[in-house]
């Protein structure tokens, strides 16, 4: 069973480096539940889109807003995960969404230098009150395409975003700067732990060049105070319910094909935040 949120000297960790891993948060039961749920499920494959990622490949995913009844819900909503976003925001949180990431062997895409609250300062969202957990479906290697983070990058503040590829990516020039100061970190998972992550964390991964996949669901949430102040393609607050951690279990194979419960997917054209970064780059060239 789920091992519970993260310990109090955890939170210290994630304040001072912006972000902290949860190791063993999920047992193998657990995970390989959900593994095999995601690999199976018709319906994830089917929602899933591609990201190019601006050096030759492509990024595989599927993205949905809210929870759901599903395996996938229950762990968005499962007690560890949640109460560990709660004490990491200082109150109550709401479901932001949740992805799975599909870096297939030999032809997973990298993402470009990033942060998330790069897109998601586009969604009208005020404070970078937001965290994203990581759940490691697959090993993740530096082999396999890990991700990579600039230690204590959440201390710069929001960096200017532009497209790079389909994706949004960090001004290289201050990128570069940072590398220079900051301590580049690959973080190499096992299948049930759990990556905690701020907002404004600089990431990247690299392309999956060998021949293990490294799928990963990543659950986003933000403060249920950080309400977002207009109408975009992620939800304002919505109040989440959360479950035990034994809910997981109890949901086995119940997969988004198994379902009938609206979990709202996002379709590839209605992500506008990128789009916004290219007309905001355009606005400022005087185009």
């Not at 990431?101 to 895409?109: H, R, S, T, Y």
């Not at 759940?135 to 960096?159: E, F, W, Y």
Request: hydrophobic share 35%; charged share 25%.
């Amino acid at each position: 069973m789920a091992a519970g949120p993260m310990k109090d000297e955890m939170l210290t960790t994630y304040e001072a480096d912006g972000f902290v891993i949860a190791r063993g948060m999920f047992s193998s039961e657990e995970i390989g539940l959900l593994r095999r749920s995601a690999k199976e499920d018709r319906a994830l494959d089917q929602h899933s889109f591609g990201k190019g990622d601006g050096e030759g490949g492509t990024v595989r995913l599927s993205l949905w807003n809210h929870p759901g009844d599903t395996i996938y819900g229950m762990f968005a909503r499962s007690e560890s995960i949640v109460n560990t976003a709660e004490k990491i925001l200082g109150g109550e949180v709401y479901h932001y969404h949740s992805k799975m990431i599909m870096k297939d062997a030999k032809v997973g895409g990298a993402w470009t230098w990033h942060q998330d609250y790069g897109y998601w300062y586009q969604n009208g969202v005020l404070f970078p009150l937001l965290t994203s957990a990581f759940i490691a479906v697959d090993p993740a290697t530096r082999q396999n395409g890990c991700m990579q983070v600039l230690k204590a990058s959440h201390l710069l503040g929001r960096v200017d975003h532009v497209l790079t590829g389909e994706q949004a990516g960090a001004d290289m020039e201050r990128v570069r700067e940072a590398e220079k100061v900051l301590e580049r970190m690959y973080v190499e998972m096992d299948p049930g732990d759990v990556l905690f992550f701020h907002a404004n964390l600089l990431h990247r991964s690299d392309q999956n060049n060998s021949d293990k996949p490294r799928w990963a669901m990543i659950c986003c949430y933000n403060a249920a105070r950080n309400n977002p102040y207009k109408e975009h393609h992620h939800p304002r607050y919505t109040p989440l319910s959360k479950v035990p951690d034994s809910a997981i279990i109890e949901a086995g194979l119940r997969r988004f094909s198994d379902s009938a419960s609206d979990v709202a997917w996002l379709k590839t054209e209605d992500d506008k935040s990128a789009a916004s970064l290219d007309e905001s780059a355009a606005a400022r060239s005087g185009r």
